[in-house]
C-alpha cells in the first residue's frame, strides 16, 4: 500500500511546526493500516485558517461558525472513484484549521503534534465511512480507533 497525501498550507495565522506535514502524511498511512486497507490511495489536506474554515461550513454544511476539521469524502459504503492513471482509490479531502488546533492542543492540555494528527486520523475515518454525529455506538468505536492509532504513532494520552 503507498498513501499519496497532498498537503496545502493556505494559512498565515499559524506557523506549522517542523515535522507537520510528515507527521500528517503518517497519521493517514497509519489510519489506513489499522483499518486494513492495502489499496493504493489518494487524500488531499488543506490547512486553513478559522474565517476560512467558517466560510466552508458555511456553504457546504449552512453552519456558519468556524470548526476544526472537516472532512469531504469521495466514496460511498467504501467505493471508491480511482485515479485513473494511478489506480488509486481517491478518498476526499481534510480541511485543517491550524487554529483550532492550537487552541484545542492548549485546551486539553497535550502539544500541537498530538492535535493535528488526531484531526488528520478523525478525517481519514470519516472519509472511510465513520460517523459520529447520532452518539452512542458509533462515536464510542470512532473514538477507540483514534486512540489505538495516536497510540500507534507514539501520541497516546498519558493517563495518570
Request: charged fraction near 30%.
Amino acid at each position: 500500500m503507498s498513501v499519496k497525501v497532498n498537503i496545502y498550507n493556505k494559512q498565515k495565522a499559524v506557523k506549522l511546526p517542523t515535522g507537520t506535514r510528515l507527521l500528517i502524511r503518517k497519521a493517514c498511512y497509519a489510519t489506513l493500516e489499522n483499518e486494513g486497507i492495502d489499496e493504493h490511495a489518494e487524500v488531499d489536506v488543506t490547512i486553513v485558517d478559522d474565517s476560512e474554515i467558517k466560510q466552508i461550513n458555511a456553504e457546504f454544511r449552512n453552519i456558519d461558525s468556524s470548526t476544526d476539521v472537516l472532512s469531504f469524502p469521495l466514496g460511498e459504503n467504501g467505493n471508491f472513484d480511482r485515479n485513473p492513471e494511478t489506480d488509486a482509490i481517491m478518498l476526499g479531502d481534510i480541511m485543517i484549521s491550524a487554529e483550532h488546533a492550537v487552541a484545542q492542543a492548549d485546551l486539553y492540555g497535550h502539544g500541537f503534534d498530538r492535535e493535528i494528527a488526531f484531526l488528520a486520523v478523525h478525517s481519514m475515518l470519516h472519509l472511510l465511512g465513520y460517523d459520529h454525529v447520532d452518539g452512542g455506538i458509533q462515536r464510542a468505536i470512532m473514538r477507540e480507533k483514534e486512540e489505538k492509532i495516536l497510540d500507534d504513532l507514539g501520541l497516546a494520552i498519558n493517563k495518570v
